[in-house]
């Protein structure tokens, strides 16, 4: 998986509890992403990060923050979990040098919130 | 309101024939389309991309017809093989900023 990995890999909460997922690169991409994947709706964006302190929004990004004091780490929290935000949650990176700035996608994070 | 829109949701194909599925965008800024496979338990993983400045791209089995006037692209599977079985989902971008992503296609290839 180019070089991510994402902790943890399941987690099993309950309605009104924080949580706090991580991305973990080694690639020194620029660009983080994370996305999360629902039945009938494909990927969407949440935030993305294209470089250390730079984030910006993406599509679905209510109830969400996310932070990068790192390069190699981008952090998505739920400050609420709630029942709507069980997902499968993907990070990607991007080198941002390339013709095609191919996006690399992480093996995913399966979130329940009870 | 989702930018990209694909089909079909699934589709059934018989070992050695054409598989094709179907996007449409609305933003004419968008100037990247990739195509991602996702097979179960995995995250998706760059299969085929085009610029809008190219009507066609083949790499092996996989090609991408891209229409600009229509504001359509399509990615067709040649010889399918029961190891492409798999979810395939478009993509557009503009500038490599945002990535929006189709509904998904689930493939299953029959022996």
């Known amino acids: 998986d180019a070089g991510i990995t994402q902790s943890p890999r399941h987690k099993v909460t309950e309605t009104g509890t924080p949580v706090t997922l991580r991305c973990h690169q080694t690639?020194?991409?620029?660009?983080m992403y994370w996305y999360r994947q629902d039945p009938g709706h494909g990927l969407r964006l949440i935030h993305y990060s294209y470089g250390v302190k730079d984030t910006d929004k993406g599509e679905v990004s209510d109830g969400y923050s996310v932070s990068r004091s790192k390069t190699e780490d981008f952090l998505l929290t739920l400050e609420s979990a709630t029942s709507s935000q069980t997902s499968v949650y993907f990070c990607?990176?991007?080198?941002?040098?390339?013709?095609?700035?191919?996006?690399?996608f992480g093996p995913g994070t399966r979130l329940t919130v009870l | 309101q989702q930018q990209v829109k694909q089909s079909p949701q699934s589709l059934i194909v018989q070992k050695g024939g054409i598989s094709i599925i179907n996007c449409a965008y609305e933003?004419?800024?968008?100037?990247?389309f990739p195509w991602y496979q996702q097979f179960p338990g995995k995250g998706p993983a760059l299969l085929i991309a085009?610029?809008?400045?190219?009507s066609e791209k083949k790499e092996g089995r996989f090609t991408i017809s891209f229409n600009k006037s229509a504001k359509q692209f399509s990615l067709h599977i040649m010889d399918s093989q029961p190891g492409d079985s798999a979810t395939y989902f478009c993509?557009?971008?503009?500038?490599?900023?945002?990535?929006?992503f189709g509904s998904g296609t689930k493939l299953n290839v029959k022996p």
């Open positions: 933003n004419t800024a968008f100037d990247y």
């Open positions: 690639e020194n991409h620029r660009y």
């Open positions: 085009i610029r809008p400045d190219v």
């Open positions: 990607a990176i991007r080198g941002g040098n390339s013709t095609y700035n191919e996006q690399f």
């Open positions: 993509a557009a971008s503009y500038n490599f900023n945002k990535f929006y």
